[in-house]
């Protein structure tokens, strides 16, 4: 049994010495780990924007001269601010301001909504609120819709602005008058001393008081320019149109409005001598029907108090109308009329209507609309029987029609008035040489260019520098810039709907009209994250 532990002992020993290298522990046979390896940066680019379906563009322009105006547009419906109307990306869209005169929009999904009502404010301009259709025509993707507005100093308009000031309380202490110069265009506006302003809360309004009265001339087209959509509920009774204007305006230096009085002012306008009324012209002591528009809510209402016909002007021919009022907006004495029930249309001959199709504008003592034709349609019609009557245009209208394209360029001018009640006869000019190109958008991350990103969401518009914006239509980011004027160089404007490196969603470029094919390659800002 000794003997044996001893040779137990020996073995032991041996294999602890086996193990630990005899006499070193240094071996250099550690136990080495995986290599681990880096991190991986990827760059991950953004959703393609989802193809669109129908647009609406809206170009405010001048009523003169075609050209685009800066202006604020204010989406309503029903005597609200619209809940239904949206931008390109489905954000909400109330109160907006134009880029290059343009505002492009869409209608909520889920929603049918064939009419918004929009107020458009521009400095410098009469502001006026447009009843804009929603419905499109078969197979259409975009309906192009043209908002004129019309100068403060365009001929037959007049516009005179007086500041005063108002102690705390709100309360005049003297009369305050704003009077145009006397004339076809006049109007003015009266607020007796001891009047308390308010504001649509009727809390009073005191400090600097600004007074702006614009009167428009009726015996012309002035003021029908200036008169707001759908003076007429589409089931009114009676059918009325406007033969005086005068729009008052009050804000304090804050750009609070005065909206009401404690007690009544007095308002004037001016009024055509051959106004008819059942059948004979006005003569003084006549009384004419008063309507007013809030342009907060886009509605006309029908006022308790009349326009008493005052005396004649012989030099222009119209009489002063006057009225008393307790609240300040836009105002129209309101001569009955015999609707035009078939609608406006024009019967089209001559050159071809050209793809983006043409703008046609009525202008008269009668009406003031524009509407357009295209160059797929069956009718051409310009105004519906439903629309002239919420215009109040007559059976008997006459006036001034004008065919423009989108590039302001004239393709017919009736010779003075014409009867437009029914089908206007139109021959077609095409006064200038066509051509049209293909446009191609392209994005890739700016962090590594091989990742790129679908265009065909994108949002393609392009003009004439200084005239209305037209939406190009396209497929797999290829766009087609339809109607242009040979040789002459386009702003094309591109919004990508994703974040660019420039800081927004938007770039332009400018093109020459040649037929050769063009393109835009945007850098887009693309997330960069920490893979394997």
Not at 77 to 102: F, M, P
Not at 491 to 517: Q, Y
């Amino acid at each position: 049994m000794f003997t044996n532990r001893k040779t137990l002992l020996a073995m032991s020993v041996a294999s602890v010495f086996a193990l630990s290298g005899c006499s070193s522990d240094d071996d250099k046979n550690e136990v080495v780990p995986d290599p681990i390896d880096p991190p991986t940066e990827v760059v991950v680019p953004p959703e393609a924007p989802a193809e669109l379906g129908l647009v609406v563009n809206t170009s405010v322009i001048d009523s003169a001269t075609t050209d685009v105006v800066d202006a604020t547009v204010t989406f309503l419906e029903n005597g609200v601010v619209s809940s239904n109307i949206v931008d390109v990306d489905g954000e909400a869209l109330t109160t907006t301001t134009t880029e290059d005169g343009s505002v492009t929009f869409s209608i909520k999904d889920g929603v049918t909504l064939e009419e918004v009502t929009i107020n458009v404010t521009a400095t410098g301009y009469v502001g006026k609120t447009f009843a804009v259709s929603l419905v499109a025509e078969e197979d259409a993707t975009t309906i192009e819709q043209v908002l004129a507005l019309t100068s403060k100093t365009a001929e037959g308009i007049a516009d005179t602005v007086v500041e005063a000031t108002v102690e705390a309380g709100g309360t005049t202490s003297a009369p305050i008058e704003a009077a145009t110069e006397e004339g076809a265009s006049s109007a003015s506006a009266t607020v007796p001393a001891g009047v308390i302003l308010l504001d649509e809360n009727e809390e009073p309004v005191s400090g600097e008081i600004t007074l702006n009265v614009t009167g428009a001339d009726a015996t012309s087209s002035a003021a029908q320019s200036i008169v707001p959509a759908n003076i007429n509920d589409a089931d009114a009774e009676t059918t009325v149109k406007a033969v005086g204007v005068a729009n008052v305006t009050m804000t304090n230096s804050e750009g609070k409005k005065i909206k009401k009085f404690s007690n009544p002012i007095t308002v004037s306008m001016a009024i055509p001598a051959d106004t008819v009324i059942n059948g004979e012209a006005i003569q003084t002591g006549d009384m004419l029907g008063l309507k007013s528009h809030n342009e907060d809510t886009g509605l006309w209402q029908s006022e308790t108090n009349m326009v008493t016909v005052g005396a004649l002007n012989a030099t222009s021919g119209t009489y002063t109308g006057s009225f008393q009022t307790s609240h300040l907006t836009f105002f129209a004495s309101t001569a009955p009329v015999d609707v035009c029930t078939s609608g406006i249309s024009v019967s089209v001959s001559g050159d071809d209507v050209p793809a983006k199709g043409l703008t046609v504008s009525l202008d008269s003592t009668d009406a003031s609309y524009t509407g357009k034709i295209s160059s797929n349609s069956s009718n051409n019609l310009v105004v519906s029987p439903g629309q002239a009557k919420k215009e109040g245009i007559s059976s008997s209208a006459t006036a001034s029609v004008t065919v423009t394209d989108g590039n302001g360029q004239v393709w017919f001018e009736s010779d003075g008035e014409v009867d437009v009640c029914g089908a206007v006869p139109v021959v077609l000019a095409n006064p200038v040489t066509y051509t049209s190109e293909e446009f191609t958008v392209t994005a890739a991350c700016s962090n590594d260019s091989s990742q790129t990103i679908d265009m065909s969401g994108a949002v393609v518009k392009y003009s004439l520098a200084g005239k209305k914006k037209v939406v190009a239509s396209g497929s797999g980011g290829t766009f087609s810039l339809a109607d242009l004027v040979d040789g002459s160089t386009y702003e094309v404007s591109i919004n990508a709907r994703i974040p660019l490196t420039n800081g927004t969603k938007k770039d332009s470029t400018t093109i020459t009209a040649d037929g050769t094919a063009e393109s835009i390659a945007l850098s887009a800002v693309c997330e960069t994250v920490t893979g394997s």
